[in-house]
Nanobody
Framework: QVQLVESGGGLVQPGGSLRLSCEAS????????MRWYRQAPGKQREFVAT???????NYADSVKGRFTISMDNAKNTVYLQMNSLKPEDTAVYYC??????????WGHGTQVTVSS
């Protein structure tokens, strides 16, 4: 059973930066797709960013130009670098892995709060 463990969340002022990490207990294949989602209070979970085979990336319009997703296969870890944070980025951030076998795994989430 694959486990995904997110870390790096916290409280940051508007305009600040955080880097989230998602470490997988199993290996991350270059054929897997890794995504970050977030869920704000009272809202549905929404897509944030994805990195797929050979490093191709995609972002939600709301974070494009501010967030960067990356993957270190050697460390079985996915990162989300978040810059120029806004109060509306406040949410619980979840890591998601979809393997080449179409198995889906979720982490338990890490809280990000952007507030002055």
């Amino acid at each position: 059973q694959v486990q995904l463990v997110e870390s790096g969340g916290g409280l940051v002022q508007p305009g600040g930066s955080l880097r989230l990490s998602c470490e997988a207990s199993g290996s991350i294949s270059s054929l897997d797709t890794m995504r970050w989602y977030r869920q704000a209070p009272g809202k549905q979970r929404e897509f944030v960013a994805t990195v797929s085979s050979f490093g191709s990336t995609n972002y939600a319009d709301s974070v494009k130009g501010r967030f960067t997703i990356s993957m270190d296969n050697a460390k079985n870890t996915v990162y989300l670098q978040m810059n120029s944070l806004k109060p509306e980025d406040t949410a619980v951030y979840y890591c998601n892995q979809v393997t080449w076998r179409a198995e889906t795994y979720w982490g338990h989430g890490t809280q990000v709060t952007v507030s002055s």
